[in-house]
């Protein structure tokens, strides 16, 4: 498997697991998590659910724009101190959006990431991609890549995009419940998807560099498409460890808050790709560094979210 990035939607936040995936991947680049300005959500909750997991496909539905801005730079610098390139990721429906996002991230950045993946209202939104992009390009002197949602992105918009520095297209579904946003990756959508963009990329002008987030265990190599690794990254390395899930209903996905300065245990198997369970007894207890993202919660059988304090 190789990839020229790891995606921005992948929800993982542990640097230490997105260098070693840059190692195994031979990734150039790793694309911050998206930051909304419009949908920050201060609580802790949970990012991430495992609904149904095998050996050739997967179904997992993550929360977007769950990053923080203190989030994203802590990211950024520790995988800058590991000689990996970033980029960052913002959804910015305005020059202004832009400009402030930058000022909370910083503007020591070559390029950047428009996201329009995470429909805010009307589907019109699109529609401005091209020009939002040129205007952030010629301002802060960016080259812009533009991440657009395979499904429902107006071909007419494409060929209006000849002053980005690439496209980015992203197979995914995205839904609201109640207020909140649901993110759907699956390898049957990444199989669709395929099919798409080797149409819609004659659509684009040829100087403009096109890339297909991958969400399939098997990354197949194309010479037109940079390839970014989605979720996939950490499906792998679950089904490494033996790992499987079986089926979910979407409906029943929620996004559980898990209030600071309490934990989570789980009774079955040490579930964290992340490494961030420790076994005492007959259960695994999340350290300190674990900043519940759920993926133990939605594999597990069992868990609680407890305050007790368990001896040294």
């Known amino acids: 498997m190789r990839a020229w990035a790891l995606s921005s939607d992948s929800c993982i936040r ?34 991430i659910h495992i609904c149904e997991l095998r050996k050739d496909e ?14 994203i730079k802590e990211l950024a610098t520790a995988l800058r101190n590991a000689e990996v390139n970033v980029i960052p990721s913002l959804q910015a429906y305005s020059i202004i959006e832009a400009e402030e996002s930058l000022a909370l991230l910083g503007r020591d950045y070559e390029a950047i990431e428009l996201d329009f993946t995470v429909p805010r209202g009307s589907s019109l939104h699109l529609g401005i991609a ?8 010629e301002m802060f002197s960016l080259d812009v890549y533009v991440k657009l949602p395979v499904f429902s992105t107006p071909p007419d ?6 002053e980005v ?8 579904v995205v839904y609201t419940r109640e207020g909140e946003y649901f993110r759907v990756h699956s390898t049957v959508l990444s199989r669709v998807a395929k099919m798409i963009i080797e149409k819609m990329r004659q659509l684009l002008p040829s100087t403009v560099e096109v890339g297909f987030v991958v969400e399939d265990l098997s990354l197949y190599t194309n010479p037109h498409f940079k ?5 996939s990254v950490l499906a792998e390395e679950l089904l490494s460890r033996g790992v499987l899930a079986s089926a979910t209903e979407l409906g029943n996905v929620k996004w559980i808050e898990v209030p600071p300065g309490l934990g989570i245990v789980v009774k079955d198997l040490n579930v964290c790709p992340f490494g961030l369970l420790e076994k005492w007894g007959e259960q695994y207890y999340s350290t300190a560094k674990c900043d519940a993202c759920g993926v133990c919660m939605s594999l597990c059988k069992e868990y609680k979210i407890y305050r007790e304090i368990k001896p040294e």
């Open 14 to 47: 542990d640097p230490t697991f997105l260098e070693s995936a840059v190692n195994k991947l031979q990734a150039e680049v790793v694309f911050l998590p998206t930051l909304g300005l419009k949908a920050l959500v201060k609580r802790r909750k949970t990012r």
């Open 58 to 71: 997967y179904l997992i539905v993550t929360r977007p724009l769950w990053a923080r801005p203190e989030d």
């Open 130 to 137: 091209p020009e939002i992009a040129r205007e952030v390009s």
């Open 157 to 162: 918009i494409l060929e209006r995009m000849d």
């Open 165 to 172: 520095k690439g496209v980015i297209f992203a197979p995914h």
């Open 227 to 231: 390839t970014l690794a989605g979720i």
